[in-house]
């Protein structure tokens, strides 16, 4: 079973800076197309960057030219490098495969990692 690990979250300060990791447990699974999500309390999920195979990116407007997507082929890892953080930016971030990158058609998940903007 594929199981989708994110690291790297924790409290910053408003301007700080944070760099999430998503990587692969339990199955030599390959990342390719991928995204990161983040839900706020109160507030529904919502898409914050997602990575194709082909490395075309995408971002929300409200992270555009402050977060950056990549990946680490050797790796088999995902990254989200989160910068000028804001309070806004509070929330739980969750790591995606897309259903049209799975076997079985369905999305993974992981768990979900806490980042934390006060000052």
């Known amino acids: 079973q594929v199981q989708l690990v994110e690291s790297g979250g924790g409290s910053v300060q408003p301007g700080g800076s944070l760099t999430l990791s998503c990587t692969t447990a339990?199955?030599?699974?390959?990342?390719?197309?991928a995204g990161w999500y983040r839900q706020a309390p109160g507030n529904e999920r919502e898409m914050v960057a997602t990575i194709t195979g082909g490395d075309r990116t995408a971002y929300s407007d409200s992270v555009k030219g402050r977060f950056t997507i990549s990946r680490d082929t050797p790796k088999n890892a995902i990254y989200l490098k989160m910068n000028n953080l804001k309070p806004d930016d509070t929330a739980v971030y969750y790591c995606?495969?897309?259903?049209?990158?799975?076997?079985?058609?369905?999305?993974?998940w992981g768990k979900g990692i806490l980042v934390n903007v006060s000052s």
């Open positions: 339990g199955s030599r699974f390959t990342l390719n197309a």
């Open positions: 995606n495969v897309p259903a049209s990158s799975t076997f079985y058609g369905v999305d993974y």
